[in-house]
């Protein structure tokens, strides 16, 4: 594969302990069709590289002023000319503090393999396994494709985080045989209310899942992030529960808020975005949204792995 086919990766999270079962490897790719305000992992959303500035880490050194060949980096102040920067990454390299990072990595699957099963004896000893996250892994389905079959191959359990909107035929081709777990987000059954919210509309998301607990049933994982004063309301999880039901599905993990990733954005090009709450939510209205979420679904929990009829 060349740089065209192979997708940037701006993270690889070792130890992971909730992304799925045992003790993972958790492989963040960039990009993603959706745009949701509250994203945790704002350097995923665009699928090319970017500069982060954390101004805070700067001696002023004025290295990477001297390294920039679009003289996008003005020294006093340090800033960035976001529209002269064309994210070459020259900054970076030269900066010894550390106050600017290249947000994206190339890997080829050999090399990504290798990486990984560097934890090989973690996932045996723990029933763990690789997952991958982003962003949309399914963005470069190709490439998911791919580096899953060779993890297979090496007996290696496998997961994938998704927001569902993806190309049915494809994803059933290249990407469903090598994965022993799908953990499908169901943020809102409203399209109206999912357009406001994440840039896009769901109809493909709801009909892929559909489709999936057609012929899947036994991997696929809904999630639904109780997120304030958006996706956790009575009448959206009131919707998604008889979304499920409709399917046959009793069970629905219910993903706690977690604001970090609004500070994340700051480094970023893009910045802050709409006004979203910067708090974690109460514990005990985290309690009654699970409540609400289990009951309407007949199901006595919304945390168990184990939770499709």
């Not at 594969?1 to 045992?22: E, K, Q, S, Y």
């Not at 999912?194 to 994982?221: M, P, Q, S, V």
């Not at 219910?254 to 990733?261: C, E, K, Q, R, T």
């Not at 954005?265 to 939510?281: D, N």
């Amino acid at each position: 594969m060349n740089g065209a086919t192979v997708p940037l990766i701006f993270d690889i999270r070792r130890f992971a302990l909730d992304d799925g079962p045992g003790i993972r490897t958790t492989v963040f790719f960039k990009g993603c069709p959706l745009t949701c305000a509250w994203c945790h992992n704002p350097e995923s959303l665009k699928a090319e590289a970017e500069i982060a500035f954390y101004p805070r880490l700067c001696i002023r050194c004025g290295d990477c002023a001297a390294a920039c060949p679009a003289g996008a980096i003005k020294a006093e102040p340090v800033r960035i000319d976001r529209d002269r920067c064309d994210a070459c990454g020259r900054c970076a390299e030269v900066c010894p503090a550390t106050a600017l990072k290249m947000v994206g990595r190339y890997y080829s699957p050999d090399k990504l393999l290798e990486l990984l099963l560097r934890d090989r004896t973690l996932f045996e000893s723990s029933g763990g396994g690789v997952t991958f996250s982003g962003g949309e892994p399914t963005l470069h389905m190709d490439y998911l494709g791919e580096i899953l079959g060779m993890l297979k191959s090496q007996d290696i359990h496998t997961a994938v985080q998704t927001c569902g909107m993806f190309a049915m035929d494809r994803f059933r081709e290249k990407v469903l045989p090598h994965l022993d777990i799908i953990f499908y987000d169901l943020k809102f059954v409203d399209a109206k209310d999912h357009l406001a919210f994440t840039g896009n509309d769901n109809g493909i998301i709801l009909e892929n899942f559909a489709a999936l607990i057609g012929e899947t049933r036994e991997k696929i994982r809904p999630r639904t992030p109780l997120i304030p004063g958006a996706t956790a309301t009575r009448d959206n999880l009131s919707g998604i529960a008889r979304f499920l039901k409709n399917l046959g599905c009793n069970g629905c993990e219910a993903l706690p808020f977690n604001p970090a990733g609004l500070a994340k954005r700051a480094p970023l090009p893009e910045g802050f975005p709409p006004a979203v709450s910067t708090s974690m939510m109460p514990p005990e209205e985290e309690k009654l949204w699970k409540r609400l979420l289990a009951e309407e679904l007949g199901s006595p929990s919304t945390t168990s792995p184990e939770f499709i009829a």
